[in-house]
């Protein structure tokens, strides 16, 4: 029993120093973005089925999130490199400049990432997907300010540089939950507008049902 422990725990130690080094991290970095960008959609998609809101599992749908993980976790992995780099220290005033850059630099475009990159996977217009980003955009950007200060104050200040991205998206699943709701949102239908002779034509039935009645006494 302790032979065949040690045996796995070699194992796991060969496979986490391949894993996380820099040969590979990138392809770790991706494997986990992609990943749990898909366990975040498979949980919202459960809700939504046991709520009524949807019939069945949409496999297309949980594959697109997957592909827009891999494009927000390679913005996620150089992203960190380069604060990391230009901002190696743990200081206070570091850790806060980061934690502003990230916020207004990064967040606003890895949600455009997203957007353009399921506008593109969903086969909309460059008109629909601007509509997109204009409706829904702001949702995302507003919660992120809710989550990401404080998660990124952690981050910076006592997470190792390469498992950094990890850390990001074990954070973020609930935040891609989140997201797989915001994005397939139904938008509210417009009310439907009535033509003048339809309105005139409910104006006529109205006023004859509450008309009085001729005294026939």
Not at 49 to 74: A, E, K, P
Request: hydrophobic content about 35%; proline content about 4%.
């Amino acid at each position: 029993m302790r032979i065949r422990y040690r045996n796995v725990q070699r194992t796991l130690s060969r496979w986490h120093s391949h894993a996380f080094s820099k040969k590979y991290l990138l392809f770790t970095n991706l494997g986990v973005s992609i990943g749990l960008s898909m366990l975040g959609d498979t949980f919202e998609q459960s809700y939504e089925r046991y709520t009524g809101q949807i019939q069945g599992w949409d496999r297309t749908r949980t594959l697109r999130m997957g592909i827009s993980g891999f494009t927000v976790g390679i913005v996620c992995h150089y992203w960190y490199q380069y604060l990391d780099y230009y901002y190696p220290k743990r200081s206070f005033s570091t850790v806060v400049r980061k934690i502003i850059l990230d916020q207004c630099i990064c967040s606003p475009f890895y949600i455009s990432i997203f957007f353009l990159t399921m506008g593109l996977l969903e086969d909309k217009s460059w008109e629909e997907v601007m509509e997109e980003i204009h409706d829904k955009a702001w949702t995302l950007y507003k919660a992120e300010w809710t989550v990401w200060p404080i998660a990124q104050m952690i981050n910076f200040f006592f997470v190792a540089p390469k498992y950094r991205v990890l850390y990001d998206n074990s954070v973020s699943l609930g935040y891609d939950v989140f997201t797989s709701r915001v994005k397939y949102a139904k938008k509210p239908e417009p009310p439907k507008k009535v033509s003048g002779a339809r309105a005139l034509d409910l104006y006529n039935v109205y006023s004859n049902q509450n008309s009085p009645r001729p005294n026939t006494t």
